[in-house]
């Protein structure tokens, strides 16, 4: 039994940092690795093994034990403030009136928009966007930068919200800041250990970045402001869910099914390249 | 400036855009470069909304395509991660400038 003590659990631990160093230097070598690659990936294995050895940091949950009610409580408030959203939000009124409308066409029950509220809320909506936008390019650590993306994915949602599309912000938070994000994150603590830790482009680079961006972002305001859209007088009223359900399923429906299919290939491939080699 | 036009979120729409392409173009990191990926699908999505909003009467269009832009932007996401994954196997790296192999 390796674990009867602590010096055998140190020999059995150490007996196998040994040989995943050795069969890592095999490994690469038999990759065509050079023997300076190898020996820097060896030196982040080890270092890896060695973090692995420390006791884990956990009296953080033991200290605080509300803290831990409070992590299983999130997102059972985030589900009951997502479906009040979606029930009670601008734009939801006209479920009722599609439904009994019986055609593919939300019905006209309410106008949101205009006012000085909506207004203050699009500026502040829309404030928070842009500012952690820029906080995305300009963060040099990549959590840091997942973090800024965070913020920017929830401001997006409830720029949706705002233009009346409740379905989608729910859509969105759920994806997009519940999947997609958590996704990216986990591929960032499954790659952030290595040899190689310095990602800082050269300024010359930034330089040319920031003038191509800077000016396709020009162009495009511009653009904008130079053109006159039609129809722009009328105001639409929201969309319900169902309006959208029923289009989904009847205009939309091969692009629905082909969707489908494209999702379960992708589940499998995401598999497949993430097996682990025998 | 009290009333909100299309205009507005357009340009909303344009600087996030043109961040998100500022982060693809200056990130080494592969996840980096991700999350650029990320931004400019978003600011497509304030796009096609503000449009169906403002003036797509009563289609619905703008919304569904935004809806298929999501799918799709996860699906890219799970992939581009394996992908990720599998280049830090090989290269033990996730710098994109190391990822050279294929260079003839």
Redesign the interface.
Known sequence: MPYANDVNNDLFLNRMIFNAMANSTHRTRA?GLGLR?AA??RC?QTFDHSRRLKPAAQGRAKIFPALDCLRWLNPVVGLVCLAVLVVWGPGASSVAAADTLASD??G?TQAV????L??LL?YLV?GT??IS??G??IAKN?VR??VW?FV??GS?AL??L????N??GA??LL??SG??LV??I???M??SK???VR???HRL??L???V???A??VG??AA??GTT????E????G?SVA??GR??LTV?LV?FEV?GV??MI??V??AH??RQEK | ????????????G??????????M????????I???V??VL?SV??NL??F?????????DG??M???V??????E???A????????K?V????VD?ATSLRG
């Not at chain 1, 009328?234 to 009223?237: A, D, N, R, S, Y």
């Open positions: 990759e690659d820097l990936i982040a066409v939300a006209v928009p205009g006012g000085v909506e207004a699009f829309a966007t842009v936008s820029l995305v390019c990549i930068m997942a993306l920017a994915l997006v720029l949706y705002l233009l009346a599309a379905f989608l859509i969105q994806v997009y999947g997609t996704l990216l986990f591929g960032i499954l790659t290595s040899p190689w990602f800082e482009p680079e930034l040319g970045a920031a191509i961006c800077g396709l972002l495009l305001c904008l402001t859209w039609h129809g722009m009328e105001v639409m009223p969309t309006a959208l289009r989904l939309y692009p969707a494209l999702l992708v589940m491939g995401a390249l993430a | 400036m009290a009333t909100i036009s299309l205009n507005h979120y357009l340009i909303v344009a600087v996030l855009f043109c961040t998100g392409l500022f982060t173009m200056t990130k080494r990191n592969a996840i980096g991700l999350i650029g990320e931004l978003n999505n304030v909304i503000a169906d909003r403002y003036l797509g009467p009563n289609r619905m919304q569904l935004a809806l298929f999501i799918v799709l932007a996860a699906a996401a799970a992939l991660v394996g992908i990720c994954i599998n280049l830090y090989n033990a790296t996730v710098d190391r």
